[in-house]
């Protein structure tokens, strides 16, 4: 007999008998279980996955020859991870910068994947986060898959604070910068940012796109 008859991973069952006759001493087997292990009279969960089918025996004693039991069946279960949080380093991040994600706690060698939600502000790539609109919202949370022993868990949500960054450096040029009395001198600003560039001439904003431009009068 074994108390409980279902065990979870991580958890034992106490093994008894019932019937018998004698003084003989009582061992138990696990026999060709592939899930589970017996030390004395205690059963653990080695996989729950696997089978685990015991049996015991009663040795001969002066008056009574040995007696082995027919094999029970004894269900194995998976378990609950540990709690499972998710950490972002860092937790702040400008525009054009990334954060690292990875846990704490869980249990098991399921595999774990990140999820942003419904944020509006930053997208997940594997184990990295990069902020798509700093003025948006970023709340991710992790989830560590089930194995055979445990169960899937998935942590809280977490808000990560995403926030603006600097320019590039950004130069103002007089052409000419030496200037007559009576003459003039375009001034231009210029600054490249990603995949965009832009100058400012005679009032005129003009924005360049992979050599397209685009105009907006001031």
């Given amino acids: 007999m074994a108390t409980p008859s279902t065990v979870p991973y991580g958890s034992t069952s106490a093994l008894s008998i019932t019937g018998g ?3 003989g001493a009582v061992t138990y087997s696990a026999g060709t279980s592939t899930g589970c292990s017996i030390t004395g009279s205690t059963l653990s969960v080695t996989d729950a996955s696997g ?10 004693d002066n008056n009574y020859n040995a007696a082995t039991s027919a ?8 378990t609950d991870q540990a709690a499972l949080t998710v950490v972002a380093t860092p937790s702040t991040v400008p525009y054009g910068s990334t954060s ?10 399921g595999a774990v994947t990140y999820s942003a939600g419904t944020s509006t502000g930053c997208s997940i790539t594997g184990s990295t986060l990069s ?9 991710i949370s992790a989830t560590r898959a089930a194995d055979n022993n445990y169960n899937a868990a998935t942590s809280a949500e977490i808000a990560v ?12 040029v007089a052409t000419p910068s030496t200037v007559s009395y009576g003459s003039t001198s375009a001034l231009t600003i210029n600054w490249r940012k990603r995949n965009w ?6 009032g005129n904003f003009h924005r360049l796109f992979y050599h397209r431009q685009h105009t907006l009068r001031h």
């Fill in 197 to 202: 560039c832009c100058h400012i001439q005679r």
């Fill in 71 to 78: 094999e029970v069946a004894v269900t194995l279960t998976t």
């Fill in 21 to 23: 006759n004698g003084t």
């Fill in 161 to 172: 604070t995403l926030t603006t960054t600097d320019q590039a450096a950004l130069t103002v």
């Fill in 51 to 60: 089978t685990c089918n015991i049996s015991a025996t009663r040795a001969a």
């Fill in 100 to 109: 690292a994600l990875s846990i704490t706690g869980g249990n098991g060698t």
């Fill in 131 to 139: 902020v798509t609109d700093a003025s948006g919202t970023c709340n």
